[in-house]
């Protein structure tokens, strides 16, 4: 064989005779081709994992389980929100601070001083002022209990809706679902720091209603007395304390 020709006898006629050099050749470019197009093959794979991937991470939660944090806080302040209820009655905050007063302007009413100069008009103003220290004391206890009554009955709804979030936000798949359930629980958080809020706002109202009743009362009983201990007390009408 020479190069790749060889010589036939004449008894090997009709037998075919393979080229060695190009079958190595063929199977090596057969080869080389195949490679190349598990490569291709591969590269496409890649690129529909990042096509994937690309559209997971734009597509939002399926539902967004937001909590409701305006209607919650308005429902609560309904409940709680005594002050503004005497700042519509009486026209402004400082007319209702104005019926609570100190030991010096008491120790000016004739009501209190001894002189006896106590006139209907002025018992009828302090009848008055009882009357509102002591609903404004009823209104802003039952403002607190009302306060305290719906979040108890909030309490199993929103430890649900947690739950809910919690396994929301496990499951997540793709960056902007993760994102938007972590901008929920933040939301749920919030909501809930608003409703402790209002809880204490009641609270406060509560205290400093009474506080501001009792201060009045005592100032009332302070001028009476200094009134009395000088010797000068002269009885007004039976009021009750």
Known sequence: MAGSITTMSPAQAGIPVIDGGNLVQNVMTAIESVAQTLKQIEQYQTQLQQYENMIQNTVAPAAYIWDQAQSTINGLMNAVDTLNYYKTQLGSIDSYLGKFQ??????????????????????????????????????????????????????????????RLQSAAQGANGQMQ????????????????????????????????????????????????????????????????
């Open 178 to 241: 993760a994102i938007g359930f972590a901008n929920q629980l933040a939301a749920q958080q919030a909501n809930q720091l608003l409703q402790i809020r209002g809880l204490m706002v009641a609270q406060q109202n509560a205290i400093a209603t009474r506080m501001q009743v009792e201060a009045d009362r005592e100032a009332q009983q302070q001028a009476a007395g200094e009134a009395l201990r000088k010797g000068e007390y002269r009885a007004s009408p039976a009021r009750n304390w």
């Open 102 to 163: 100190d030991v010096a302007y008491y120790r000016s009413s004739p009501c209190f001083n001894g002189t006896g100069g106590c006139t209907p008009a002025e018992q009828a103003a302090m009848a008055e002022n009882r009357r509102l220290a002591s609903e404004s004391q009823k209104k802003a206890n039952d403002a607190l209990f009302k306060g305290l009554d719906r979040q108890q009955d909030a309490l199993k709804s929103d430890a649900r809706q947690l739950e």
